[in-house]
């Protein structure tokens, strides 16, 4: 609802993205209790997104994650409807496997397709990126700063508070941070280079990757805010380019990223 005020002036200007596919705490509550992307339920979560955020039309709505109880088809069918009905402009997919893309795609177009990808998770560049290159998908990464890693400035010996959800992901143990300092290094050695942060090296490598990946840094800070948009303005060459990869091809990544109950839901 408070996005909806803040956005109301400036409508036109903006790109609002929403998802879908959980069912949320009924108390109200932070949290979900499951997944949910039946028919009817997508229907009712767009009806009540538009409500809060007093807008005519969803500009992309996401399935959050992939039902295994839900024929993809379905979900597709069902999004197709609410666009037929002017309700939503774009239909997006987040952390699908490539045979879900492409069933999808088959009944509405998909726009977008939101997923985890950067310099220290690329397992993206096997199969789904080429996939979305030809079916003509958009690419959204989140987490393109490692949740927060490959700024540099955490270590070791960072503590998360109470509530971080970082403070559960085998990525963030002690020891995987330890081994995974060498790509903060990386991103810092060519940051002085270019007179850059960490930061805007690793948006700047995502912004080099193709023309249609437009990373989703999230952020609480207006300067943190200021300095990822200033990735935008550095040129990394082809140079640069064969430079990180081939050192980054060096680095193992320690640590799973997600626990493995949540990993299940990823990639089907």
Known sequence: ?????????????????????????PDGGPGWEGL???PEHIKE????????LNIDAIDLFYQHRVDPD???????????DLIQEGKVK??????????????????????????????????????????LEELGIGLVPYSPLGRGFLTGKMDENTKFGKGDFRGALPRFAP????ANQ????????????????????ALAWLLAQKPWIVPIPGTTRLSRLDENIGANGINLTQDDLREIDAAASKI???????PEHLEKMTGR
């Open 1 to 25: 609802m408070l996005l909806g005020k803040a956005l109301s002036p400036m409508r036109d200007k903006v790109v609002i993205a929403t998802k879908f596919g959980f069912n949320l705490n």
């Open 36 to 38: 949910n992307s039946r």
């Open 45 to 52: 979560v767009a009806e009540a997104s538009l409500k809060r």
């Open 70 to 80: 839900v024929p993809i088809e379905d979900v597709a069918g069902a999004v197709k």
């Open 90 to 131: 774009h239909f997006g997919l987040s952390e699908a496997g490539v045979q879900t893309i492409r069933r999808a795609h088959a009944v509405q177009p998909v726009t977008a397709l939101e997923s985890e990808y950067s310099l220290w998770w690329r397992k993206l560049e096997a199969e789904v990126i080429p996939t």
């Open 175 to 178: 020891a995987a941070m330890k």
């Open 182 to 201: 060498a790509i903060v290094d990386l991103l810092g050695a060519i940051a002085k280079k270019k007179n850059a942060t960490p930061a805007q090296i």
């Open 252 to 258: 193992p990544v320690e640590g799973d990223r997600y």
